[in-house]
């Protein structure tokens, strides 16, 4: 037997025993009311994300490769879109996907001053690299029931300092991203999608994601889909796929695969800045970036995991169906969450807010729910800017921020994700149900 052969034998073996192996260490365990947890998320996966993760250690390329690549063309092709380069976090998708559009390569690149609009009832993620990149954020509040800002409230912020729009589809739900889209083309705005929550969610019939200049998306477990780590930022420029990978990959000038020399073809035969003629193009630096890269062993998980996406989705969305239909009949009590008009969300999770006037608060029935096993969130940081890391900061607020306010005393959200099934499902909604009726 040749080592081609043997190897091939001794691989079938392992895979053999990382099947059984899984098929103990997780195996599903049933459901017991006031005993079991009912999470808010979680990672859902079997033994094809375990075998395929032990395939790829095997052939122990540690860092971006062969994975990421198989992974990027199933992304690609799912939302249409020509470029997705992996990195290790959803927060450094948005951190290269902003600081892309700082580089001097870009025409009406971002600058020092400028003004973003984004929402104040989000994730820090989102906002964090404004002012990274020394830019001004602009806060512009949310429409209780969808959490989104509608686009008359971006559009109304508008300034001469105006010059790109960042936000997140809130808990999958999409924006009026059409319009945002237009009012960006006539203003020439750069226009970024944190699809982070949203892989799947359609607008107009259109995947959200691929009507921005860039989008981003988060691989967490708890999201959409995991690697564990991971994110992907996405883009259909090429222009802007080069600076995306610059800043991805520590500012370098080069643009050659993990493993790959000279793709240039004329690696020593570049003068760029101040250097000698014939410096190394692969150790040329045009921007002030970062090492963001994703590993392939995280890749190979996400690979299998696209396979899954759609069986994803579709839980989320029957999830969210049921609690609606609950909490639609509590309206003496709540406010539902409800989809933008137009769009079908690939939910991230059932967004309630308990009525002012109310005779219990929110965090009387979270502490209630918590207490009885069931996960819950608030959403996120509330109103952003009584965070204490943005207290001296510089940005401007647009109109008054009240709905931010309600959201950061009386909202919170619950799971929708594929790993809860009816059962659960049915044990959350009749503990919110026994608590009202106390």
């Not at 079991?36 to 395929?52: A, H, L, Q, W, Y």
């Not at 990978?245 to 035969?269: A, I, L, P, V, Y």
Request: contains cysteine; aromatic residues 10%; proline residues 3%.
């Amino acid at each position: 037997m040749n080592n081609e052969s043997k190897l091939k034998e001794i691989e079938k073996k392992i895979q053999d025993l990382v099947e059984e192996h899984s098929l103990i260490k997780h195996k599903k365990h049933d459901f017991i009311p006031e005993i079991s947890t009912v999470p808010i998320n979680g990672r859902v996966f079997d033994s094809s994300e375990i075998k395929e993760l032990v395939k790829a250690s095997l052939d122990f390329w540690l860092t971006d490769g062969e994975y990421s690549e198989m992974f990027s063309e199933k992304m690609s092709k799912f939302l249409d879109m020509k470029h997705v380069r992996i990195v290790n976090s959803g927060s450094s998708a948005n951190l290269v996907a902003l600081s892309s559009l700082t580089s001097s390569k870009i025409k009406n690149n971002l600058v020092e001053g400028d003004e973003v609009i984004t929402s104040a009832v989000g994730f820090p993620t989102t906002v964090n690299p404004i002012f990274q990149n020394n830019l001004t954020p602009v806060f512009v509040d949310s429409e209780l029931g969808t959490y989104n800002p509608t686009a008359d409230m971006i559009i109304d912020s508008y300034s001469d300092k105006t010059k790109a729009i960042f936000l997140a589809h809130t808990l999958g739900n999409p924006l009026e991203i059409e319009k945002l889209k237009d009012f960006c083309d006539e203003k020439n705005l750069w226009l970024l999608e944190d699809n982070c929550d949203a892989l799947g969610s359609k607008y107009n019939g259109r995947l959200t994601g691929t009507f921005g200049n860039i989008s981003t998306l988060s691989f967490y477990p708890a999201h959409h889909i995991t690697m564990g780590e991971g994110g992907a930022v996405i883009t259909n420029s090429n222009k802007l796929k080069l600076s995306i990978d610059s800043f991805r990959d520590w500012g370098r000038d080069c643009w050659c695969k993990s493993g790959h020399d000279d793709t240039c073809n004329k690696r020593f035969d570049w003068q760029l800045g101040d250097l000698p003629y014939g410096y190394d193009h692969k150790f040329t630096y045009s921007n002030i970036g970062y090492n963001l890269k994703a590993t392939d062993l995280q890749a190979s998980i996400g690979y299998v995991q696209m396979d899954k996406l759609s069986s994803f989705i579709k839980a989320r969305k029957n999830n969210w169906k049921k609690i609606n239909k609950f909490i639609e009949s509590k309206q003496d009590y709540f406010i539902p969450h409800q989809p933008t008009s137009n769009s079908e969300p690939s939910w991230f999770g059932y967004a309630i807010t308990v009525k002012e006037g109310t005779k219990f608060s929110r965090d009387d029935l979270v502490k209630y729910l918590n207490e009885n096993r069931v996960a819950t969130r608030l959403m996120f940081g509330g109103n952003l800017i009584k965070q204490p890391a943005y207290k001296g900061k510089n940005f401007r607020v647009h109109g008054n921020l009240n709905n931010a306010d309600t959201v950061m005393n009386s909202t919170f959200w619950i799971g929708v994700y594929p790993g809860l099934n009816d059962e659960m499902i049915d044990y959350v909604l009749n503990k919110i149900d026994t608590f009202i009726k106390t």
